[in-house]
């Protein structure tokens, strides 16, 4: 870990937290299908910090997209819940070289394969636990399941692309 | 100590993924508006529908009471519509008998849970605002009175009963109009009321009847029964120490009456100016 990584890794979130807020916060697909791309972020983060630091990152970062989503702690709840599991994650689904050689979790890295069914389970949880929360307030449940679905897929198809695009770079070094 | 130490090092990053998660719990209930109000609403609702289901099978024991019951409320309820029938015929032309009959709605409800143990007794009806229950109406039994609605959510209503020490009601001795006020003073005792506030010079026995006052408060018409003097006994000072054997059963309370007084806001109106000039210096 040096300084560069850091430094690539808090200009990388503060691009997906604009897009996050400025792009994606107004806008829904078919009115059911709303995009959390920062979770995207989040689940690239490297392997190399601990537990408790991805703990307080995410709480941090999460808490910021809350303040503009206008409803702290829903999704700082979950993010930090996926985060906690990650390593749990991990440690089931470790391909047969092991996790030696990398650094982070994006597509080049892990494999195309590898990375779809790893950021399906993540986003699938945090999608659920999101609109399970809101459920419990307003909603109903059907409505919430069709949320749940198509946020989960849409956000799956937006962070693959972002991966594509955003860290094609530095994993070809 | 050293052990214990060791073990919550060990589990550090649960305890932090706990504690962070606590603050995000916290924060949903205390910022959301509708997730805070959901949380509380949540917990009434599931409480109130436990309690739903917790009525509907011990209902069945009390079928064969229930029943003889409404029988005999039926009898009073049709006796009473023939009075009315003959008191309208011979009264007709005066218009004060039309406002009396309109003056107090009333809407069927049954009681899922009720307390007598405790020295502020509250029970809860299964009606609620959306079958256009209000704070503030008064709530009767088959045999008398019972109480008052305190609070209502959607589908339910708590009501303070009359066995509550914070609540008291003004009452009338039926006999000669002596009045006074219904109050619960020995908690221990859920079948008897003390009626204070009664002057001497009333002369009032044991087996007297005491009914709503209909003034002082205008929750209850004007005669509805509350009990039956039991014990009258003179302590010094100018007012008797009446012992009152209430009518209502509040041990084994099933069905009752909520009343809306639809005039109420008018009369409030009404004596709001008075009120009001007596309060100023």
Known sequence: MNITDVLKQLIHGLIILLFQIVLFRTSTLFGVASCFIYVGFLIQLPFYISTIGLLCITFGYTLLIDIFYDSPGLHTAAAVFIMYIRASIFKWMTPSGGYDNKENTSIFTMGFQWHLIYAFILIFLHTSLVFAIEWLSIGTLWSSLLKIISTTLFTLLVVMLYQFLFLYKRSGR | ?281
């Open chain 2, 1 to 281: 100590m050293f052990r214990l130490l060791e073990f919550i090092y060990a589990i550090r990053v649960f305890l932090v993924f706990v504690a962070i998660e606590i603050v995000c719990i916290w924060m949903l209930v205390r910022f959301n508006p509708y997730h805070g109000a959901a949380y509380f609403s949540t917990s009434s609702s599931i409480a109130g529908s436990v309690l739903s289901i917790q009525r509907g099978i011990t209902e069945y024991f009390g079928l064969r009471k229930t029943n003889l019951e409404l029988a005999e409320e039926n009898a009073q309820l049709k006796a009473a519509l023939y009075r009315a029938q003959q008191r309208s015929t011979k009264e007709i032309d005066t218009s004060i008998v039309f406002i009396q009959e309109n003056k107090f709605d009333v809407k069927v409800a049954r009681v899922i849970n009720n307390n007598t143990s405790l020295a502020n007794n509250f029970f809860t009806l299964n009606k609620g605002a959306r079958q256009g229950v209000e704070v503030g109406m008064g709530v009767l039994s088959s045999k008398g009175v019972a109480g008052q609605i305190k609070s209502v959510t959607d589908h339910y209503a708590t009501a303070i009963s009359i066995l509550n020490a914070k609540w008291s009601i003004s009452a009338k001795v039926l006999r000669m109009d002596a009045d006074g006020i219904i109050k619960w003073e020995d908690d221990t005792d859920p079948l008897h009321v003390s009626f204070t506030d009664v002057a001497k010079h009333h002369k009032v026995k044991v087996g007297d009847t005491v009914v709503t006052s209909g003034y002082k408060q205008v929750l209850f018409p004007k005669g509805i029964p509350i009990g039956i003097v039991s014990e009258v006994k003179d302590e010094g000072g100018s007012f008797w120490n009446i012992k009152v054997r209430l009518t209502t059963d509040f041990t084994a309370m099933d069905y009752v009456f909520i009343t809306k007084n639809n005039l109420k806001v008018e009369q409030d109106s009404v004596e709001a100016e008075f009120t009001k000039e007596k309060v100023k210096p």
